[in-house]
């Protein structure tokens, strides 16, 4: 009667850890292909982002010129362009998406100071920066293209197998590139 408790124990002890093994393993290839075609795709928009933000120390200056250098959105935009440097240093899609959408916010923060100042809004620099700035947008099929990889890899996270890979397996999510437009 012991023995076979103990038989009955190892063996529904074998079932759970195999139905664990199967909610890791199963869903592990599906997770991994869809994380690699959102980093791709953030891969791809990478060189627009490069261009984009290579524009701001000239916004920066014409900001400084205009006298808005100690404006706390054209001071939060001076960190957040330092913190875009820092993580294009490397090749996180997370930590690039993250410092980009924080550019991209803070530019629109200046954009609004300037909008809310007779004074700024004269200044033909500043519209120039701002010109320079929009026009390196990214093309809108490369932003299309890396939301929905992340939407597909965000989707696949959430399936409810998945949900146990996700915890032991190391998908975190993945922001969305927001781009700000005028």
């Known amino acids: 009667m012991q023995r076979s408790r103990r038989l009955l124990a190892v063996i529904v002890i074998a079932l759970v850890l195999g139905a664990l093994a199967f909610a890791v393993v199963l869903p592990r290839r599906t997770l991994t292909d869809r ?67 924080r ?35 990214p093309a809108p099929r490369l932003v299309r293209a890396n939301t929905e990889a992340v939407e597909d890899y965000d989707a696949a996270r959430r399936g409810l197998l998945r949900r146990v890979a996700v915890a032991v397996g190391g998908f975190e999510a993945r922001p969305v590139y927001l781009p700000v437009t005028p």
């Open 35 to 101: 994380r690699a075609a959102a980093d791709a795709a953030f891969t791809a928009l990478r060189p627009s982002l490069d261009a984009r933000y290579a524009t701001v120390p000239g916004l920066l200056s014409a900001l400084d010129g205009a006298g808005a250098r100690d404006r706390t959105p054209v001071r939060s935009l001076r960190t957040a362009l330092a913190r875009w440097t820092a993580a294009a240093r490397g090749t996180d899609p997370t930590d690039l998406t993250d410092a980009a959408n």
């Open 103 to 137: 550019v991209e916010g803070d530019v629109a923060r200046t954009r609004a100071l300037v909008g809310a100042s007779p004074a700024l809004t004269t200044v033909v620099a500043l519209r120039d920066a701002y010109t320079a700035y929009d026009r390196a947008l």
